[in-house]
């Protein structure tokens, strides 16, 4: 299976949302609550129907202790 790479970066390499969630042992409610937003925001986050602010991502960075440039908000496209 082979990742694209978008901007020199290979996505793999990157944690999803869903990715960070389920590592925290977390359900999408428990996140939506934590972060003020609701469950069907984060869902749509996770399942790439839209993304977050500025002023979210923050919040998930500190959250889930993670670097932005380590957070993949893109679909992994397999070829």
Known sequence: MIHSIKGGVNVANKYT???????ANMTQEEVADKLNISPSTWSKWEN????????????????????????????????
């Open 48 to 79: 790439y129907k839209s993304y977050p602010d500025v002023p979210e991502i923050i919040k998930i960075e500190l959250l889930f202790d993670i670097s932005y440039s380590d957070i993949n908000f893109l679909p992994i496209i397999t070829v």
């Open 17 to 23: 949302l869903k990715m960070l969630r389920a590592r």
